[in-house]
């Protein structure tokens, strides 16, 4: 009668078996990990981005007055045209102070500074801001308007300069250097002089002739 013999492996064998084992592992939990961190940041990536389309749509669509502004700069400032006179127009929108300046230019080249602050009203009732510059301290009546839903006004200047504009304890600040006023005036004498501008291929004359007169 014989005996089945049984493979016992050496203790050698079982050494060499062990470590590969775990090296194994390893490279299998360093792929899972390396996988995992891809997608979480994928994921963050995602997130971001779909957080500065809202955070950017909401800011153009903010008291909009059914015009389509788009971003002119990486500042805040956002640019358009009326539909009606192809004005440019630059605004800047304060959403903490629900506050919103627009900024043009009236038929004579002076600055026109137009503020709407957000804020329920009556057209009964007296509201003021207070406007702070570098030549004192000032207080313009606001205009309630026709849906008590919003209060404005406006300051015409022939320089721009710095101004701090306070209602009800929320304050927002006009820097003219961060709004590239210039040219605001290089498109106005552009269009007021469409004829010859256009025949040196300025088509930006082209498009949007002078109507305001």
């Known amino acids: 009668m014989f005996l ?24 299998n939990v ?4 390396r996988a995992t961190g891809t997608k979480v940041f994928l994921l963050f990536l995602l997130v971001l981005t779909l957080s500065l389309w809202l955070a950017s749509h909401y800011l153009l669509t903010y008291q909009n007055k059914e015009m389509d502004w788009e971003w ?14 192809h004005q440019l127009l630059f605004r800047r929108v304060y959403p903490f102070q629900q506050a919103v300046i627009f900024t043009s230019l ?16 009556s057209p009964d009732q007296a509201y003021h801001v207070i406007v702070n510059s570098d030549k004192g301290s ?5 205009i309630c308007d026709e849906n008590g839903r919003e209060l404005s006004f406006r300051l015409v200047m022939a320089t721009p300069h710095p101004l701090t504009m306070t209602f009800d ?3 927002v600040t006009f820097q003219p250097s961060h709004w590239a006023l210039a040219f605001l005036k290089k498109d106005q004498f552009i269009q007021k002089n469409k004829h010859y501008f256009c025949t040196k291929k300025h088509f930006d004359a082209c498009e949007y002739e002078w109507s305001r007169d």
């Open 4 to 27: 089945a013999k049984l493979y016992v492996p050496c203790e050698s064998s079982l050494r060499n078996k062990i470590p590969d084992k775990i090296t194994t592992d390893m490279i």
């Open 30 to 33: 360093q792929s899972l990990l």
């Open 72 to 85: 002119y700069d990486i500042g805040g400032v956002q640019v358009t045209r009326t539909t009606d006179t």
């Open 106 to 121: 009236t038929l004579d080249n002076r600055f026109d500074l137009f503020t709407i602050f957000r804020h329920s009203c």
């Open 138 to 142: 000032t207080q313009q009546p606001l």
């Open 169 to 171: 304890r929320q304050s």
